[in-house]
C-alpha cells in the first residue's frame, strides 16, 4: 500500500503513530508498502526533529558545482568590473592575495563560471560543449555549382544478395545528376575517391549539402565533422548540413531519389557492374533527355556548366595571425608545452593555429573557423559556437 497521494503528510502521521504505539517496524512497513529502511529514516527524523521532519523536503541539491558564497561570488564581479580586461587567471591571483588564509579560493574555472553568470565574459569566450546536429543556415543556389547536394539512396540488395548504396550529387540550380555511383558501403575512403573524380571532371562547387549520417558527418567528431567535411573544407568547400530528421530540406535531391528508384533499381542488377551500367543509362536519360517542368521544360544539360574553380589538390594552410602553427597527430591531440590535448580524430595531420589570448589560455583556428580555446590547466579544449553553424564563405 503506497502512500495515499490526498496527503503524505497525514500518512506519515498514521505511520508514526503506530510505531510510537509499540508496533513493530516489520509489520508497520509491510502494511504501509515501504521498505524498512525507509521506515527507520521516517521514524529517526521525527525523533530528531518533531512533527516538522514529516513535511515534504525541497529536492533542491545541497550545492551546485562553481557555487560560491554570495560573498566571494561578489567580489569575482567587483573585480572584474574594477579590471574589466583581466581574465579568469588574474582575477584569481587577485583573491589569492587578499583572502589568502581566510577562505578557500575558487579554482579558475569556477571564477570564469562566476564571470559567465553575470555576463561578463565576452561572447567570444563563452562555452558550448554541446556539438549535437543542429543543421546550418542553408543557401538557395542561383547559378551552377553554387550548392551541390550530396546524399546516399537507400541501400538495396543486388541479385547476387549483396548490398548496394548509391551516392547520388546534384547541383541544385540546375538539377543536373553530378554523379551516382554503386558502392558497396558509406565508408569515408571510396566517397573521396568519387569526389575526386567528379571534381576533376566538374571542379569544385561553393557549397555542398548533406544530412548529417556518416560519412559526410560525425556523430563523435569535433563540431560532427568527419575526416570527408575536413576535406571539403581544406578545398575551400563550405559545408551545409539540413536539419535532423528533415529530409525537406534537400527536397529536389530527394525527388530525384524517387525517380531513381522507380527506373533504375527495379529489378535490380544482378551485379555491382550491371547496377551502374543502369544508373549511367539513367543519368543520361535524366540529365540530357527528360525534361523538367521546374525549369520551363528544359533538361539539366541545358543549363549546367562546368565550374570554374578547378581541383588542383589541397593548398597549404598557414596562420599568419597566430603566433604559431601545429599538427594533430595521428590519434587526433596536439602537444603543447608537453602537454597533450586532445583536438578530434577526424583532424588528424592537419595544420592547426593557435594563439594566446590570456594567461594559458590559447584560441585554436583551422583555416579561418575559430575551434576553441585551450586551458593548459586543464589540458582540455573548451569549445565555442559551433563555427559551422552558419555558412561562412570558403575564400573569406
Not at 549483396?162 to 571510396?190: F, G, H, N
Not at 561553393?206 to 556523430?219: E, L
Not at 560532427?224 to 530528421?245: F, Q, T, Y
Not at 533527355?289 to 549546367?304: I, N, S
Request: aromatic share 8%; net charge positive.
Amino acid at each position: 500500500m503506497p502512500w495515499r497521494e490526498c496527503s503524505v503528510m497525514e500518512e506519515r502521521l498514521r505511520f508514526v503513530a503506530r510505531l510510537l504505539d509499540g508496533e513493530g517496524m516489520s509489520d508497520v512497513c509491510r502494511e504501509f508498502g515501504i521498505s524498512r529502511k525507509t521506515g527507520y529514516k521516517i521514524f529517526n527524523r521525527y525523533r530528531r526533529e518533531g512533527v516538522e521532519a514529516l513535511c515534504d523536503r525541497s529536492r533542491r541539491p545541497v550545492r551546485y558545482a562553481n557555487q560560491l558564497p554570495e560573498p566571494i561570488e561578489r567580489l569575482i564581479v567587483d573585480c572584474k568590473r574594477d579590471k574589466p580586461h583581466w581574465g579568469a587567471r588574474k582575477i584569481r591571483e587577485l583573491l589569492v592575495r587578499r583572502l589568502a588564509g581566510d577562505v578557500r579560493i575558487p579554482a579558475k574555472s569556477t571564477v570564469h563560471a562566476v564571470l559567465d553568470r553575470h555576463g561578463l565574459v565576452s561572447q567570444a569566450h563563452k562555452r558550448n560543449r554541446a556539438n549535437k546536429a543542429m543543421g546550418t543556415t542553408l543557401s538557395q543556389a542561383v547559378r551552377p555549382n553554387d550548392l551541390w547536394c550530396a546524399d546516399f539512396k537507400g541501400e538495396f540488395r543486388l541479385g547476387n544478395r549483396q548490398y548496394c548504396y548509391p551516392l547520388t550529387v546534384t547541383d541544385q540550380a540546375s538539377r543536373y545528376l553530378l554523379a551516382c555511383e554503386a558502392l558497396e558501403s558509406t565508408k569515408e575512403a571510396p566517397v573521396i575517391e568519387a569526389f575526386v573524380r567528379l571534381f576533376k571532371e566538374r571542379g569544385l562547387p561553393v557549397a555542398i549539402r548533406s544530412d548529417n549520417g556518416v560519412p559526410f558527418a560525425s556523430p563523435n567528431g569535433l563540431y560532427n565533422l568527419s575526416r570527408l567535411s575536413v576535406w571539403w573544407l581544406r578545398l575551400g568547400i563550405a559545408i551545409e548540413r539540413i536539419k535532423p530528421g528533415r529530409p525537406q530540406q534537400n527536397g529536389r535531391h530527394e525527388r530525384m531519389h524517387l525517380t531513381l528508384k522507380k527506373e533504375a533499381t527495379r529489378p535490380p542488377g544482378m551485379n555491382a557492374l550491371q547496377q551502374q551500367a543502369a544508373f549511367d543509362d539513367f543519368m543520361s536519360e535524366f540529365n540530357a533527355e527528360r525534361p523538367h517542368e521546374a525549369l520551363a521544360m528544359k533538361t539539366p544539360a541545358e543549363l549546367y556548366t562546368p565550374s570554374s574553380r578547378p581541383y588542383g589538390g589541397l593548398p597549404d594552410l598557414t596562420y599568419p595571425f597566430h603566433d604559431k602553427d601545429i599538427i594533430v597527430t595521428t590519434c587526433g591531440r596536439i602537444c603543447m608545452m608537453r602537454k597533450k590535448i586532445n583536438i578530434s580524430h577526424v583532424l588528424a595531420g592537419q595544420r592547426l593555429g593557435i594563439k594566446e589570448v590570456d594567461d594559458g589560455i590559447w584560441l585554436v583556428s583551422f583555416m579561418h573557423y575559430d575551434l576553441g580555446y585551450i586551458d593548459l590547466e586543464q589540458r582540455t579544449l573548451q569549445t565555442i559556437d559551433n563555427p559551422f553553424g552558419t555558412r561562412l564563405s570558403p575564400m573569406s
